[in-house]
T-cell receptor, first 114, second 113 residues
Framework: AQSVTQPDIHITVSEGASLELRCNYSYGATPYLFWYVQSPGQGLQLLLKYFSGDTLVQGIKGFEAEFKRSQSSFNLRKPSVHWSDAAEYFCAVGATAAGNKLTFGGGTRVLVKP | SAVISQKPSRDICQRGTSLTIQCQVDSQVTMMFWYRQQPGQSLTLIATANQGSEATYESGFVIDKFPISRPNLTFSTLTVSNMSPEDSSIYLC??????????FGQGTRLTVV
């Protein structure tokens, strides 16, 4: 069975500082990996995804993530955070063999200090 | 892409009653997914709904509690039956667009009192 772990429940970062959110997955084959953001009272928005190819993927809002098969990781990064990046971030894994259902990590809540 | 409309967006219900949540998609899709997000928690898949067949439920979720209908390729409903305060959650409908991205509705925020 597939699973996702986000080790950090909360992260506080100063505005303008860099951000890295960790994600580790467990899946028997090459996974489909996603990062979603959920702002307070908002729905889920896709930041980026990895299916195959280049292991460094670029997303919206200046985010990027790197797939590392050897570490079963898909960490999300942003070089300089903005106050509007304060939100809950979810890593998810999916597989076509599982009928496209997604398994989500527990989420990381990001707080941005002025 | 896919645009998903969920109704209602929020509701406050009495324990012991049932609520039916509607999910309408702007394109035809084979599978629709229902997730639950309990307060402060992540998303958990409740069931997968295929048109013309019984929904497939994940471990811990049963049809008697969460009956699902899928009458056509653009619509589905999830009913939360015999509600208790523990059912207070956000319920989200999801579909895949172009087999490359999962889209989510805005969710239904349910409070059971």
């Amino acid at each position: 069975a597939q699973s996702v772990t986000q080790p950090d429940i909360h992260i506080t970062v100063s505005e303008g500082a860099s951000l890295e959110l960790r994600c580790n997955y467990s899946y028997g084959a090459t996974p489909y990996l996603f990062w979603y953001v959920q702002s307070p009272g908002q729905g889920l928005q896709l930041l980026l995804k990895y299916f195959s190819g280049d292991t460094l993927v670029q997303g919206i809002k200046g985010f990027e993530a790197e797939f590392k098969r050897s570490q079963s990781s898909f960490n999300l990064r942003k070089p300089s955070v903005h106050w509007s990046d304060a939100a809950e971030y979810f890593c998810a894994v999916g597989a076509t063999a599982a009928g496209n259902k997604l398994t989500f990590g527990g989420g990381t809540r990001v707080l941005v200090k002025p | 892409s896919a645009v998903i409309s969920q109704k209602p967006s929020r509701d406050i219900c009495q324990r012991g009653t049932s609520l039916t949540i509607q999910c309408q998609v702007d394109s035809q899709v084979t599978m629709m997914f229902w997730y639950r997000q309990q307060p402060g928690q992540s998303l958990t898949l409740i069931a997968t709904a295929n048109q013309g067949s019984e929904a497939t439920y994940e471990s811990g979720f049963v049809i008697d509690k969460f009956p699902i209908s899928r009458p056509n390729l653009t619509f589905s409903t999830l009913t939360v039956s015999n509600m208790s305060p523990e059912d207070s959650s956000i319920y989200l409908c999801s579909v895949w667009g172009g087999n490359t991205e999962a889209f989510f509705g805005q969710g239904t925020r349910l409070t059971v009192v």
